[in-house]
């Protein structure tokens, strides 16, 4: 993200150069291009608990009901941001590029520019966030306070942008209708961040929910022991593939309070 810099509008101006530049950006983070392309996902989970697990790995947390979470009536998406230190005006944050689905489940990208509210309603639907990056600051080189991204109707959490990080953390992948994305590499790290003793053992289970038959199928289950390892990196020489209109996430869930779990998947993705 850092080549994100490079991008410069001192008059106030978009030029459509800057704009295809910003767009490339997008996709090169897991955003979502013509054919081929490449789908490279990357998220944590800082506070995974025994009560609570098994949690999504997004920076958001919490557990995930597909059926619920993902967007089945294509809608608006609220934006909500802490005004004083990201918005029009501020030195944060002042505009997002969001990589989604639209209502006929195709890839697509939008610029959003933020308010001076905190709270902006979108001018797009869409039934699926992939991807949210900061493409225009106000002097920072970063988003000061969390951006989220809710679907206006079901009052879902969608996407958030963390404190700090300029582009959203999130282990969530909604596959474009008529597409086919080949995931071919998985990385993953665990340890306990804070709290009393205790050496996790997590299980990290991958799912793809199909918005055809409204069904969740387990593609990938593992258990990483934290007392020989920390870190596992599986390059598949057969990759998993997903096909259009499947959504690709993963949970985990730990036998040791205060568990941080970090993934990142990557693959191709071709048309269908």
Known sequence: MADGLIYEAPDGTFQESNLEYL??????????????SKVNKFGYNTDIDTGTSPEIIASFGGTCDPSVNVISTAQTFTIT??????????????????????????????????GSTGSDVT?????????AVVVVFGGEIY?????????TTDATIQARIPALKSVTQQCIYH??????????????????V???GGVPVVNIV??????VTGGRYAIFDIELDTSIENNLIIPFSDPIVFTGREVVYF???????????SVRFSGDEIDS
Do not use: C
Not at 251 to 261: G, Q
């Open 143 to 151: 988003n000061v306070n969390d951006i989220d991204l809710t679907a």
């Open 194 to 196: 804070s709290g009393g």
């Open 81 to 114: 941001y802490n005004n004083t230190t990201d918005g029009s005006t501020a030195t944060g944050a002042r505009m997002l590029l969001i990589s989604y689905l639209d209502a006929d489940l195709a890839a697509a990208t939008a610029y959003h520019t933020l």
């Open 23 to 36: 767009e490339q950006i997008a996709i090169n983070t897991g955003g979502n291009n013509v054919n081929p």
């Open 175 to 192: 596959t474009p209708i008529n597409r086919t994305l080949k995931l071919n590499f998985i990385k993953i790290s665990a340890l306990k």
């Open 123 to 131: 001018a797009f639907t869409g039934v699926g966030i992939n991807r």
């Open 206 to 211: 991958g799912y793809s929910y199909s918005r």
């Open 251 to 261: 949970e985990a869930s730990t036998d040791v309070n205060n568990t941080k779990l």
